[in-house]
């Protein structure tokens, strides 16, 4: 199994819909999670941290399910600017870990 | 100010040159990061120096040499690159490594580097 592992995709979603993404990760002892976007040749910008407990910030929810070793990203109410790619990284045992991220393109 | 900025935007070098990327940032933060990301992949993690101090080196060849001067500076100097060295080089810094998890990581634009 790869330590993380995202769909490619492309996603392609309708605006207004919501989209979910999941991420697996192998290490049982990874400690810390996040998911970043990355546009278009531009840098990884981080997205939001994801807690124990889950959270929100907006129309994007984040959680961390550790007992299926997986988090999760969904938006909802999908905008035009949300096209991008989402990248999630886990990180432990002084390793930082990116998925090779999915690609999500939001349709007019 | 929230901002990691790099230097050069571009950056077109041959295999003999001797070149630096040079990244800053004034968050206050302690760990700062280079990635090396080809086209679409993810960035690959190359260096962490934490307190100033070289704390994780990814097996990456030696014609690639950090250096930290102080805190806010981060440098890669490049010799001999080959041309599958090109790729988009990323720093990034967060307030530290920590020992409960990693911080999260702000990262700069980027230094998109050709070598022919």
């Known amino acids: 199994r790869k330590e993380v592992e995202q769909d490619p995709g492309p996603f392609n979603v309708p605006e207004g819909a919501t989209v979910a993404f999941n991420c697996t990760y192998s290490?049982?002892?990874?400690?810390?999670f996040f998911w970043y976007r990355q546009d278009c040749r531009k840098e990884p910008k981080l997205l939001m941290s994801?807690?124990?407990s889950g959270n929100e910030d907006g129309r994007f929810t984040a959680q961390l399910n550790r007992a299926s070793q997986y988090i999760s990203l969904l938006i909802r109410d999908s905008k035009l600017s949300d096209s991008a790619t989402y990248l999630c990284v886990v990180n432990g045992d002084d390793k930082i870990i990116f998925g090779k991220g999915t690609r999500l393109h939001i349709l007019p | 100010d929230t901002e990691v900025t790099q230097t050069p935007k571009h950056l077109v070098m041959g295999m003999t040159n001797k070149k630096s990327l040079k990244c800053e940032q004034h968050?206050?933060?302690?760990?700062m990061y280079w990635y090396k990301q080809k086209a679409k992949k993810p960035p690959e993690l190359m260096f962490v120096?934490?307190?100033?101090?070289?704390?994780i080196n990814e097996s990456v060849p030696s014609r690639f040499s950090p250096e930290c001067p102080n805190s806010s500076l981060l440098n890669l100097h490049l010799h001999a690159l080959q041309p599958e060295d090109s790729a988009l080089y990323l720093c990034a810094s967060s307030q530290e490594t920590g020992v409960a998890g990693w911080n999260e990581q702000f990262f700069g634009p980027g230094t998109r580097l050709t070598v022919l």
């Open positions: 968050m206050g933060h302690r760990a």
């Open positions: 120096y934490s307190y100033e101090k070289l704390s």
């Open positions: 290490n049982s002892a990874s400690q810390s």
């Open positions: 994801v807690y124990s």
